[in-house]
Nanobody, 124 residues
């Protein structure tokens, strides 16, 4: 599976961005999907995760109510809608996927495939 992110860029505080991640080589239907981020000098952290059944979705506390993860299996694409962006949100954002045949995967257990990331900058 190859994952390619897009949609990053510069946005003002309070603004919005929509990240997309297109998968090739394998359908994402049986995969849990996740978004992660890594800011300069910090460890990579999980932002959001959705299992393959779309029934289980979770978010890192600081993004709850502001970010929304979604997928379009027909387009083999996953999204991260980011609203009300804050100065603490800038980072390289990565999408990832993990095989999830049971439909209950927890992204904290590790991901099988990673994109190369897209940079999000929040500045006035």
């Amino acid at each position: 599976v190859q994952l390619v992110e897009s949609g990053g860029g510069l946005v003002q505080p309070g603004g919005s961005l929509r990240l997309a991640c297109v998968a090739s080589g394998q359908t994402l239907y049986d995969y849990a999907i996740g978004w992660f981020r890594q800011a300069p000098g910090k460890e990579r952290e999980g932002v959001s995760c959705m299992d393959s059944s779309d029934g289980g979705t979770n978010y890192e506390d600081s993004v709850k109510g502001r970010f929304t993860i979604s997928r379009d299996n027909a387009k083999n694409t996953i999204y991260l809608e980011m609203n009300s962006l804050k100065p603490e949100d800038p980072a390289v954002y990565f999408c990832a996927a993990a095989l999830d045949l049971d439909g209950d995967y927890d992204c904290r257990d590790g991901m099988d495939w990673w994109g190369k990331g897209t940079l999000v900058t929040v500045s006035s």
